[in-house]
């Protein structure tokens, strides 16, 4: 079952512009994780945010979680050609069996 | 160096020929995973293990089997390949810290196409 939806589907911006993805779920969390693909490769895992966190911070990355409307945003700063990837929230639900659910990812491109 | 090994990279098999998809971990890791990602999809859980021995399912586990007899290796089993099985293939493990599966360490990825 898809936990976690991003939005945009897709994103194209140019370097030095700021990236904002956003993530939406359905039941209560224990944590929420952000991973980056790059073309058909494994995910890399970026971030992870508690429940009980509302912000984390990572470099260029910024995290927020907001769990009284089910919802997360990814804030890249300062975007580089190298940040274009597809970016994809993962949850950690509180019920139900043990597995990160992952939604169906951001593409986002970077133009030099 | 920390990684999930799978192997093959690439694979091109044959309706109903058994094929195995080998997934190895190196950092004592409790808890394995495979996913599918298919596009407009994106990544479904097929079976997951949370440690030797402790294997279930996940969101699309037909057609699939696992087993986990060591910790460190977790492979993936097709009996009888379908063309519907054609996708590409990720293993992942994890350490778990109270109710809480920490990130995944994904391996680089098994394109299989099944004819």
């Known amino acids: 079952s898809q936990q976690g939806e991003e939005d945009p589907q897709a994103l194209s911006i140019q370097e030095g512009e700021n990236a904002t993805m956003n993530c939406s779920y359905k039941?209560?969390?224990?944590?929420l994780q952000w991973y980056r693909q790059n073309s058909g490769r494994g995910l890399v895992h970026l971030i992870l945010?508690?429940?009980?966190?509302r912000e984390k911070h990572s470099g260029r990355l910024r995290v927020t979680l907001d769990t009284s409307k089910k919802s997360s945003s990814l804030l890249i700063t300062a975007s580089r050609a190298a940040d274009t990837a597809s970016y994809f929230c993962?949850?950690?639900?509180?019920?139900?069996?043990?597995?990160?659910?992952f939604g169906k990812g951001t593409m986002l491109l970077v133009s030099p | 160096e920390a990684q999930v090994t799978q192997n093959p990279r690439y694979l091109i098999t044959v309706t109903g020929k058994k094929l195995t998809v080998t997934c190895s971990q190196n950092?004592?890791?409790?808890?394995m995973s495979w996913y599918r990602q298919d596009p407009g999809l994106g990544l479904r859980q097929i079976y997951y293990?949370?440690?030797?021995?402790?294997?279930d399912k996940g969101d699309v586990p037909e057609g699939y089997k696992v087993s986990r007899k060591e910790k460190r290796n977790f492979p993936l089993i097709l009996e009888s390949p379908s063309p519907n099985q054609t996708s590409l293939y990720f293993c992942?493990?994890?350490?778990?810290?109270?109710?809480?599966?920490?990130?995944?360490?994904f391996g680089s990825g098994t394109r299989l196409t099944v004819v």
């Open positions: 039941t209560s969390i224990n944590n």
């Open positions: 945010i508690r429940s009980n966190e």
């Open positions: 992942a493990s994890s350490f778990r810290a109270g109710q809480g599966i920490y990130g995944y360490t």
């Open positions: 950092m004592n890791h409790e808890y």
């Open positions: 993962a949850t950690d639900a509180q019920s139900g069996y043990s597995t990160l659910t």
């Open positions: 293990s949370m440690n030797v021995e402790v294997t």
